[in-house]
């Protein structure tokens, strides 16, 4: 597992599920078997194991700090597993005297027990229940139908257009997932956004020419108020939105946000070798945090680790 703290505290919670197993075995037997037989008592004994360990399971992943990746998730389950088949096989023989044709018997779905949906709920259920945090915080791919571009050629349109701004004396400022690769984030690029003053940009109407592939357009969704202008360039995707009025909505109250950067405070950052204007940190991260996209709650956990781990 990535953090060193983390292996004792999940074998510490094996211990706790072990345990929560065993009294559900017990009440089985000295219960349910009575009233209901063997094979009823099996199935819901087993059945409600299943039920408690996904929420206790629920329960330990989701208050992970910091949140699980998901290979430190998958690591937890097969651990699990591996510790439930030894433990059970450690104490089927040794406290109920059980033999080896037995104890395997229980694994085996042609007998009609149904004991391996246990084995199948402490493998799985880490990755899945704590997959949501993961994303949020970065960690895991957010689920989209979307087609990243490549690292080269997005450096090669950032240089492209670097230079044309530098050279026409263009205020700008890189925004979007662009802006929070150069603050620390690290999923891959879609496209490249930036933020233009709008009289700068009717400016190099004439260089953009050639790469328009869509006209200065106005634009408003459940998330911008804005227009902007899209080119391509190698076959790479640039969005221009013009900062003058370009609004963006917080999610929790509605309320609409002046989303102008303030070009003299933004920074000049290298970001694959390219060197750019992008927005400031602090008031991406504020924007971010409003919008609360899934993508954005990932590029501020990723942006706010890379802070943390430079300061």
């Known amino acids: 597992m ?8 999940a074998l510490v919670f094996w211990l706790f599920l072990a345990a929560v197993a065993i009294v559900t075995g017990a009440l089985r037997e000295s219960v349910l078997r009575p009233l209901v037989g063997e094979p009823w008592a099996h199935w819901i004994g087993t059945l409600a194991v299943c039920a408690i360990f996904v929420f206790l399971i629920g329960q330990f992943v989701n208050r992970l700090d910091p949140p699980a990746a998901p290979s430190e998730l998958w690591t937890m389950g097969i651990v699990w597993l591996l510790l439930t088949v030894c433990f059970e096989m450690v104490f089927g023989r040794l406290a109920l005297g059980s033999s080896w044709r037995e ?40 689920e989209r139908r979307i087609e990243f571009i490549s690292e080269d050629r997005a450096a090669e349109a950032m240089a492209w257009l670097a230079d044309l701004f530098r050279d026409q004396d263009v205020r700008y400022a890189a925004a ?41 357009t106005g634009i408003r969704n459940d998330h911008w108020d804005l ?15 013009v900062a003058e009025g370009a609004r963006y909505r917080e999610a929790a109250t509605g309320e609409w946000h002046d989303a102008c950067p303030t070009f003299s405070a933004c920074p000049e950052r290298e970001l694959l070798g390219v060197k750019l204007r992008i927005m400031d940190r602090d008031d991406l991260v504020e924007y971010k945090r409003r919008v609360d996209r899934a993508v954005d709650r990932a590029d501020v956990a990723a942006i706010e680790r890379a802070h943390r781990a430079s300061s």
């Open 176 to 216: 979007g997932g662009l802006a929070a690769r150069a603050w620390g984030a690290t999923r891959p690029l879609v496209d490249l956004d930036f933020f233009v003053h709008g009289e700068d940009l009717d400016r190099i109407e004439t260089d953009l020419a050639p790469y328009l592939v869509r006209p200065l």
């Open 103 to 142: 104890l395997l018997g229980a694994y085996d779905p042609g007998s009609g027990r149904i004991w391996w949906l246990v084995l199948l709920t402490v493998l799985l259920a880490p990755p899945v229940l704590g997959r949501g945090r993961a994303r949020e915080a970065g960690l895991a791919p957010i």
């Open 2 to 9: 990535h953090s060193p703290s983390r292996l004792p505290r």
């Open 227 to 241: 227009s902007f202008m899209r080119l391509e360039y190698s076959g790479i995707p640039l969005e221009l939105s």
